[in-house]
């Protein structure tokens, strides 16, 4: 199943333009989806045929059960999927050359007036398993980011990384 949502900032980019975000229930694959159209504001049936046709063939070979992520039981989603529907960038990267090699996941965050947002850099490779496990524990992390002070953040594991930015490491468990 892939669920869809509006994209509020796709609209200051280019206006005749309706940036739709989707993701897989499971996370992966996801992406984004510019519709143009003369109308200001697009009825489902329409965005969920165009995303139809953007996914079939790839990376769909049959047309995926679409449905908008407002309307969608939030339990159907993985921990992933729900990071990505709440606005947050999930991507892999090689955080081995980088990090320790325990290190599985990389959330760096900031506080915004309209909540967190987060980017979670996942270990190339990890097991499925691993994966879910690591993207429950950054659903966590963000949740707490956005209520905690910065003395408990830190507590946390949280450092900070310049003005209103920080980065929690997340070590295989």
Not at 24 to 53: C, K, N, W
Not at 115 to 131: F, L, T
Request: aromatic share 6%.
């Amino acid at each position: 199943m892939v669920v869809w949502w509006r994209d509020p900032v796709g609209k200051a980019r280019s206006p005749r333009v309706h940036e739709i975000g989707w993701v897989d229930t499971t996370g992966r694959p996801h992406g984004r989806l510019g519709i143009p159209s003369p109308h200001l504001r697009l009825d489902p049936g329409t965005i969920e045929a165009a995303l139809a046709d953007h996914l079939v063939p790839h990376p769909y070979l049959e047309r995926p059960a679409i449905a908008a992520a407002g309307l969608t039981d939030l339990r159907l989603l993985s921990s992933e999927a729900r990071l990505i529907v709440d606005g947050h960038t999930v991507s892999d990267m090689e955080l081995s050359v980088v990090y320790d090699l325990d290190v599985v996941a990389v959330v760096s965050a900031r506080l915004y007036a309209t909540g967190p947002r987060a980017v979670i850099a996942v270990e190339e490779g990890v097991s499925a398993p691993v994966r879910e496990a690591t993207m429950a524990a950054a659903r966590r992390a963000v949740a707490t980011f956005a209520a905690a002070p910065g003395h408990e953040l830190a507590a946390h594991g949280w450092s900070r990384q310049g003005e209103d930015a920080w980065q929690l490491l997340l070590h295989q468990p």
